[in-house]
């Protein structure tokens, strides 16, 4: 049969139904119809951030519906021998002159790429958008251009418009799922606003019914500034902003303290859901509200209306100093999509360290070619193409010269790819983790452990990078009364300083503001400047080398509880040190809350003072035995009523989470089964059990019978095999964790609980394969139980050497607690300091290096 090539200027070629039915009959095996809960990837390469915007367009292969950009098709036609691709490309042309003036860009098969962004740098009166599709076949290149119902298959055709309605492969399909995209409001293009004066302060907000001054939502119709909802925490307002609408019909609001320069938290009340507003800025323009002025903030209005802290986001984001935007490899932005600053801020840092350039971009082609059949659910893959986007410079170049432009539009628009969006990226790391799969605002030194425990558990090649972090510690647990010593190493990421306050060097001015703060709010005044405690990083230092108290320590040397204090120094020293300042307490709310300090970190860093020496001369070790072991007399009914009686229940954590509304009882268990750790992880417990049947019933405490190699284990003991108390082990799995997980995480932390759960949510993924890694951990070595439950009997790898660093980036936050604000970094390159604020790359004129969070150094040679 004779064909006709429309590829590459064939595409006046036509062809007879028949000739194309009887092209496609060989491919129809292959050719699948979308269904539900199959991914399709129609806007993003799997290895690259090319999409149908590029200047090749992308190919999404008709059986797996993956994605795949023009420099990547071949690669998958080669491993995967599928021959039949869709092709997707979206033209962007200047409207031809007298095209009617002020209109919506023309949209041609309007029915594709619903969900692709348009080029915000475009003016839409000045140019139209074209979308286009193939099928395309390989590897000959055969292109027949869709729409082609009447000739081609049903099934094709069926499969083709499946395939460009599909909805995003991020959505959940749960409908409650935090991770559900919001769609732009049906109102949004249309709505009214009407022209009655109305401007907007940029603070002072109050609601005009009820003079409520938090949870406000500015109606973008009339410009009326009233309450939101009562929410079950107390929080929240009179529900004015609902009546509002019912009363008039105008039904978008924005809710004042979102408002950022990406966008603003947009609510729908004709739709009852969250919405997206294309037109924000020049919804919020109308009532003179300028988006670039405003920053967003926990409790719904202005920080400085209540608290001045305006001045730490201009601090941190050097926003009153015109910064210079920098460009080329190691310059590129990312996309913020939606509390996800914190995710871009650790990922710049990362591939700023030549280690993992080396491990994933310097690898890419080999980790590129060994990818498995989908790799868009591979880390290596996902780590490399982010790399990739950072650091090629394809995604940063400069704009163009204004006579390029033109030379340029006369033919078509060639849009220019400014940063990266790492959607995929995302959606893979945080896949399965409650919190990082979310839409809401993260701690960025959780998300790094998070990432540094995957980039364990993916090798790369013969050296992980992640060995750069890794360091030992030693801690020294003396008894106070015997005064003998006991010597034990854990492995490390990140040295975690206090903040110690007790050593400002300002107290006396940081008590008069504390006195006019006070005055000022209760006469409804507006606050004075903020104050800063000044703290020295040598207090901090200091604090951390001290001696702190072990809680219910018991000595072997006197056979009893006693008094213990715990001290810790560095085994090793690592090639990059993460100094994080533990900015972040628990209020009573049990929300996280910020100490607004400025902490003096220096440039260099010598920490060589606090290497570890270990057992001293003149010290003795405490005895290796064990505590006692209690036998009862009947392990069914003995050990509960010596447990119950001993049951020790916080109360003030049940009253607060009673005060939230949830059952008296499910409360008492919730902070039993937690091990009294305080209400907020009490709260977690509920959330994750409360559609259980027995969820209010009455605490039973389940009956720990049972022998073990050595006899009965008693409550609060560990046998002779090293076994952890039962009740502890039971606590954990009531947490939904497996119970050998739970026996590894209490090894590995001497079955200090608090511990245990710290270790087991560092590690997410830890898989039931870490059984055989307990067997090695026996009496003798369960000092380094931890170490041995990641490497194996080789021990931890490290790279060893001298404690002097050079500071080369940190991490700075902005907002009052983890779960709100925004993050940036700071990174020292080619010897001056840039600013990376999500999309926003410049030179850095005044880095804030006191008020940062987690700070990195690299090790210099003495």
């Given at each position: 049969m004779q064909r006709a090539a429309l590829f590459g200027g064939g595409g006046d070629a036509q062809m007879a139904a028949g000739d194309l039915g009887e092209l496609l009959v060989p491919y129809m095996p292959t050719i699948r119809v979308p269904k539900s809960g199959d991914r399709v990837y129609k806007t993003e390469c799997a290895f690259s951030y090319d999409s149908p915007d590029s200047e090749g367009g992308l190919y999404v292969c008709m059986n797996t519906f993956l994605g795949f950009g023009r420099e990547h098709i071949e690669r998958h036609y080669r491993k995967t021998g599928q021959c039949v691709y869709l092709h997707l490309k979206r033209h962007v042309r200047e409207k031809v002159p007298g095209a009617s003036g002020g209109a919506l860009p023309k949209r041609r098969n309007a029915k594709l790429f619903l969900d692709l962004e348009t080029n915000s740098d475009l003016n839409g009166d000045d140019f139209e958008y074209e979308d286009e599709a193939k099928l395309v076949l390989f590897p000959d290149h055969y292109e027949i251009s869709l729409p082609n119902i009447e000739e081609l298959p049903a099934l094709v055709t069926i499969a083709c418009d499946a395939l460009l309605s599909a909805k995003s492969p991020y959505r959940k399909q749960e409908p409650d799922s935090w991770e559900e995209e919001l769609q732009a409001s049906k109102h949004a293009k249309t709505l009214v606003q009407l022209d009655n004066g109305v401007r907007i302060p940029p603070s002072g907000w109050k609601c005009s019914k009820c003079d409520l001054r938090e949870n406000l939502w500015l109606n973008l119709t009339d410009g009326s500034v009233l309450c939101g909802k009562w929410f079950f925490d107390g929080s929240g307002g009179n529900g004015h902003a609902v009546e509002h609408y019912k009363e008039t019909g105008y039904p978008l609001a924005v809710k004042l303290g979102t408002i950022t320069p990406d966008g603003a938290d947009v609510y729908s009340f004709d739709e009852e859901e969250p919405v997206l507003d294309p037109h924000i800025a020049k919804h919020l323009a109308h009532f003179g509200i300028d988006m670039l002025q405003m920053q967003v903030t926990e409790n719904g209005l202005r920080d400085n209306d209540i608290k001045p802290r305006?001045?730490?986001?201009?601090?941190?984001?050097?926003?009153?100093?015109?910064?210079?935007?920098?460009?080329?490899?190691?310059?590129?932005?990312?996309?913020?999509?939606?509390?996800?600053?914190?995710?871009?801020?650790?990922?710049?840092?990362?591939?700023?360290?030549?280690?993992?350039?080396?491990?994933?971009?310097?690898?890419?082609?080999?980790?590129?070619?060994?990818?498995?059949?989908?790799?868009?659910?591979?880390?290596?893959?996902?780590?490399?193409?982010?790399?990739?986007?950072?650091?090629?410079?394809?995604?940063?170049?400069?704009?163009?010269?204004?006579?390029?432009?033109?030379?340029?539009?006369?033919?078509?628009?060639?849009?220019?790819?400014?940063?990266?969006?790492?959607?995929?990226?995302?959606?893979?790391?945080?896949?399965?983790?409650?919190?990082?799969?979310?839409?809401?605002?993260?701690?960025?030194?959780?998300?790094?452990?998070?990432?540094?425990?995957?980039?364990?558990?993916?090798?790369?090649?013969?050296?992980?990078?992640?060995?750069?972090?890794?360091?030992?510690?030693?801690?020294?647990?003396?008894?106070?009364?015997?005064?003998?010593?006991?010597?034990?190493?854990?492995?490390?990421?990140?040295?975690?300083?206090?903040?110690?306050?007790?050593?400002?060097?300002?107290?006396?001015?940081?008590?008069?503001?504390?006195?006019?703060?006070?005055?000022?709010?209760?006469?409804?005044?507006?606050?004075?400047?903020?104050?800063?405690?000044?703290i020295p990083f040598s207090a901090c230092l200091q604090a951390f080398s001290e001696p702190n108290n072990v809680e219910d320590f018991w000595s072997s040397a006197l056979q009893a509880k006693s008094a213990g204090v715990k001290t810790s120094r560095f085994a090793s020293f690592p090639e990059y040190l993460v100094v994080q300042i533990k900015k972040f307490t628990f209020g009573l709310d049990w929300i996280p809350k910020k100490l607004d300090v400025s902490v003096d970190m220096p440039d260099f860093l010598d920490i060589n003072h606090l290497r570890a020496t270990g057992l001293q001369p003149g010290e003795e070790e405490l005895p290796d035995i064990a505590p006692p072991i209690i036998i009862p007399d009947d392990p069914k009914d003995r050990t509960m009523n010596h447990f119950m009686e001993s049951l020790d229940i916080d109360e003030s954590s049940v009253m607060q989470l009673a005060e939230m509304g949830f059952p008296l009882e499910a409360c008492r268990k919730a902070v039993y089964y937690t091990g009294n750790l305080g209400a907020e992880v009490a709260f977690n417990w509920i959330?994750?059990?409360?559609?259980?049947?027995?969820?209010?019933?009455?605490?039973?405490?389940?009956?720990?019978?049972?022998?073990?190699?050595?006899?009965?284990?008693?409550?609060?003991?560990?046998?002779?095999?090293?076994?952890?108390?039962?009740?502890?082990?039971?606590?954990?799995?009531?947490?939904?964790?497996?119970?050998?997980?739970?026996?590894?995480?209490?090894?590995?932390?001497?079955?200090?609980?608090?511990?245990?759960?710290?270790?087991?949510?560092?590690?997410?993924?830890?898989?039931?394969?870490?059984?055989?890694?307990?067997?090695?951990?026996?009496?003798?070595?369960?000092?380094?139980?931890?170490?041995?439950?990641?490497?194996?009997?080789?021990?931890?790898?490290?790279?060893?050497?001298?404690?002097?660093?050079e500071l080369f980036g940190f991490i700075s936050h902005m907002g009052t607690s983890t779960m709100s604000g925004h993050y940036v970094c700071h990174l020292k390159k080619e010897g001056r300091w840039v600013i990376y604020n999500d999309l926003r790359v410049c030179a850095s004129e005044r880095p804030p290096k006191d008020q940062g969070y987690i700070y990195f150094y690299h090790r210099i040679s003495s």
């Open positions: 305006v001045s730490e986001w201009e601090v941190i984001q050097e926003s009153g100093v015109k910064l210079k935007p920098m460009y080329g490899p190691g310059y590129t932005g990312m996309k913020n999509l939606g509390n996800s600053c914190y995710l871009n801020a650790v990922m710049q840092i990362i591939f700023s360290i030549p280690e993992f350039q080396r491990a994933y971009v310097g690898n890419l082609p080999r980790i590129y070619d060994y990818s498995p059949l989908d790799p868009t659910q591979d880390f290596n893959t996902q780590m490399a193409k982010l790399g990739h986007g950072l650091l090629s410079g394809q995604y940063s170049k400069p704009p163009m010269k204004s006579e390029l432009i033109e030379q340029v539009m006369k033919e078509e628009h060639k849009p220019q790819h400014n940063g990266i969006s790492p959607r995929m990226f995302k959606a893979f790391i945080s896949k399965g983790h409650p919190e990082f799969s979310s839409n809401r605002q993260q701690d960025a030194q959780e998300f790094f452990l998070h990432l540094i425990n995957l980039v364990e558990r993916n090798p790369v090649g013969s050296e992980n990078p992640s060995d750069v972090f890794r360091f030992l510690v030693e801690e020294r647990t003396q008894c106070c009364q015997s005064r003998k010593v006991r010597y034990t190493e854990r492995v490390d990421y990140i040295m975690q300083l206090p903040v110690a306050m007790e050593a400002a060097t300002n107290k006396d001015e940081l008590i008069a503001y504390e006195l006019k703060r006070r005055e000022a709010e209760a006469a409804r005044r507006a606050p004075p400047e903020l104050v800063r405690a000044k959330i994750a059990h409360m559609e259980e049947p027995d969820f209010a019933e009455p605490l039973v405490v389940p009956a720990f019978g049972g022998a073990t190699s050595s006899g009965a284990a008693g409550l609060g003991a560990v046998g002779l095999d090293n076994q952890p108390p039962e009740e502890m082990v039971a606590i954990i799995i009531s947490m939904g964790f497996q119970r050998n997980l739970a026996i590894q995480a209490l090894k590995a932390t001497n079955n200090n609980l608090e511990r245990a759960l710290e270790w087991i949510f560092s590690r997410p993924e830890l898989e039931e394969e870490s059984e055989p890694a307990l067997d090695m951990m026996d009496l003798e070595n369960h000092a380094n139980a931890n170490i041995l439950a990641e490497t194996g009997s080789e021990g931890p790898r490290i790279k060893d050497g001298p404690g002097r660093y």
